[in-house]
């Protein structure tokens, strides 16, 4: 499995609807886990970000469908990065 990092903006629907995000949450969740993947971390945040979440998926395609999946919901945009471990990263950088 490897390691993405959604950072998560409301949409003005969001905010409206803000008192049901700790339950929107769960939703999330779960549809995470329907798709094969597994949530590590989920922060509501301050600043550029309302959310950023940590999560694991087996492949870039099923992050891609997450996120899709998250911001058709109509309460948040997402942006996904691919993320890595310090020993993936080693393994990567060894190889210069």
């Known amino acids: 499995m490897a390691k993405y990092v959604l950072l998560v903006n409301w949409t003005e629907k969001g905010v409206a609807e803000a008192k049901s995000t700790t339950d929107r949450a769960n939703k999330v969740r779960t549809l995470v886990e329907d798709l094969g993947g597994k949530e590590d971390l989920l922060l509501w945040t301050l600043g550029r970000y309302d959310i950023v979440g940590v999560f694991d998926f087996k492949d870039d395609e099923t992050a891609a469908l997450a996120g899709l999946k998250i911001s ?20 990567i950088v060894g190889k210069l």
Do not use: H, N, P, Q
């Open 72 to 91: 058709a919901l109509g309460t948040v945009r997402t942006e996904t990065l691919r993320a890595f471990t310090a020993s993936e990263i080693s393994g």
